[in-house]
């Protein structure tokens, strides 16, 4: 959670938080009934949450170990209008020439992402039928399949282990199977295969790896609304 800067942060609170914690609640315990591991500490998942925000989680026993979101939900992959991970020098750049913060605010959440490099709606079901014309359109989703990949692997390596299953959920992640195929499709070397059927279904709360694969691969419907349901009740 900590950053690299100076040691004076931590104590005025700039620190990786992460964010959409709901999700990976929620689609943590779903994924430990679906694998029939239910309160098994050692089950590794890494998360995947994509819609309009996107950030990934690994988990272990359904306990967070690393997030790409950090202290604002600006960090980690790219998103549809916001860019992810930027080198700050960028920023102070862009500071220097003269633009105004709340501009690069504006620019930063609003007019980045895929918005931002295909030059149309930050919104998958518009960007990739134009990709397969449209220049910009491809870079876009180059880039954001490139982060994505990035993002998984950054996962694995705080598990430090071949995780139980990777789960797609949010928007993105439970009905673009192109996205799910291309994010997998890397990591085909530690075993990971996905069925093109089951993946083209884009059933929810469904494993849609082969039966031959190292890692399952789940897809899970986001139900924040109902995980703050059942963590109030649980309060009550």
Not at 95 to 108: C, M, P, Q, S
Not at 185 to 201: K, Q, R, S, T, V
Request: hydrophobic share 45%.
């Amino acid at each position: 959670a900590t950053y690299a800067g100076p040691y004076a942060w931590i104590s005025r609170g700039i620190r990786r938080y992460g964010f959409h914690g709901t999700s990976f609640q929620w689609a943590a315990s779903r994924a430990s009934q679906l694998l029939n591991r239910k309160d098994d500490g050692e089950l590794k998942l890494v998360l995947c949450h994509l819609g309009g925000g996107c950030s990934l989680a690994a988990t272990i026993g359904g306990h967070s170990i690393d997030t790409t979101m950090g202290f604002t939900p600006l960090d980690g992959v790219a998103m549809s209008t916001r860019s992810g991970s930027l080198d700050p020098g960028i920023l102070l750049y862009l500071l220097r020439e003269g633009i105004a913060v709340d501009d690069l605010d504006n620019t930063l959440n609003k007019e980045s992402g895929l918005k931002g490099l295909s030059g149309l709606a930050g919104d998958t079901r518009i960007i990739l039928p134009a990709a397969k014309s449209n220049d910009r359109a491809r870079l876009a989703i180059d880039v954001f399949i490139h982060r994505l990949r990035a993002g998984i692997g950054q996962m694995l390596a705080a598990l430090g282990h071949r995780p139980d299953a990777i789960i797609f959920t949010g928007a993105i992640g439970e009905t673009e199977l192109a996205i799910r195929a291309a994010a997998c499709e890397a990591f085909a070397f530690l075993g990971l295969e996905i069925d093109p059927e089951a993946n083209a279904a884009s059933r929810t709360d469904y494993d849609i790896a082969t039966l031959n694969s190292s890692i399952r691969v789940l897809v899970i419907k986001a139900e924040e609304n109902w995980q703050i349901t059942r963590e109030c009740a649980e309060l009550l």
